[in-house]
């Protein structure tokens, strides 16, 4: 081997070498992926201004909020988990997350609840059924709620309870019946109001006059379903390095590379006799 020859093999391998890693990193860095948003671990509705995020977004450093996609935040260190606080009252809420990546790169995700502190408001109605005056027909049709009413329980007052807009109830011994109607709504909140049920002794008194009363109009029936269910966050596209750059990258190191094996060959041929 000629002298001179070992450190031109050295600063050709070293330009190899600096070349593939250059070409390594811009083709292969992905800045300020797509991010996601979870509140309240996916719940539809809530009680609480109190809300719990869940947040990821690969390469974030930084993040802000927003309830309108338009007034933002100030910026703060990104985090997984973080709490969040609504200000304006009962409504649905759409919470924006912008991530920000180290080169000032962002993403974008949104995801939605129903803030509902109202309870609902139970209606009950109760009518006799049976010509013996011990069989109750019992309707809570008449019952309102903001966003929607979920369920709906009665305590008939005699140890016996059921659910249901509307339920057929048997006492078994004349009395008094304090029956309470229950309803629950999407969020939790919990609405109840009583009623008298009067279980008279047919054998001892006349019949009771029964004073109908009219059917609900429309009605109806709530679901176990929220009514109102929040979209999916968006997909936003990641605003990272695209082919553009990566084919420009690629460009610069191949010129790189011809142009050190160049100026090897030129010096090995000043150097030949």
């Keep these: 081997m000629k002298r001179g020859q070992i450190p031109t093999i050295a600063l050709t391998l070293m330009l190899i070498l600096t070349a593939a890693s250059a070409a390594s990193v811009f083709s292969g860095q992905v800045y300020a992926q797509t991010g996601s948003i979870v509140i309240n671990s996916g719940e539809a509705y809530t009680n609480a201004t109190k809300l ?15 309830n309108d996609n338009s007034s933002w935040s100030d ?3 990104y985090a997984t988990q973080i709490n969040y606080t609504l200000t304006e009252g009962d409504k649905e809420y759409t919470i924006y997350v912008e991530f920000q990546d180290s080169l000032s790169q962002t993403s974008t995700a949104s995801a939605s609840i129903i803030l509902d502190t109202t309870p609902p408001e139970p209606a ?5 059924y049976t010509s013996d005056y011990k069989t109750v027909y019992f309707d809570a049709s008449y019952s309102t709620d903001n966003f929607g009413i979920a369920s709906f329980t009665w305590d008939f007052g005699d140890g016996n309870v059921t659910s249901g807009v509307t339920v057929i109830h048997r006492y078994a011994a004349v009395g ?10 999407h969020a939790g ?20 006059t029964v004073t109908p009363t009219p059917a609900p109009t429309t009605y109806i029936p709530p679901s176990t379903n929220p009514t109102v269910i929040p979209t999916a966050s968006p997909t936003p596209t990641p605003s990272g390095f695209d082919s553009t750059w990566t084919i420009a990258m690629v460009g610069v190191v191949v010129i790189v590379v011809i142009g050190a094996i ?12």
Excluded at 52 to 64: E, G, K, P, W, Y
Excluded at 262 to 273: D, G, Y
């Design 75 to 77: 910026w703060e260190t």
């Design 52 to 66: 719990a995020l869940t947040l990821f977004s690969s390469n974030a450093v930084q993040m802000r909020f927003s």
């Design 176 to 185: 008094n019946y304090t029956v309470t109607l229950s309803a629950l709504d």
């Design 189 to 208: 909140n919990n609405g109840s109001t009583t009623l008298l049920a009067r279980i008279p002794d047919v054998t001892a008194t006349p019949n009771p």
């Design 124 to 128: 009950a109605y109760a009518d006799w």
């Design 262 to 273: 160049i100026i090897l060959l030129l010096r090995k041929r000043s150097k030949t006799p």
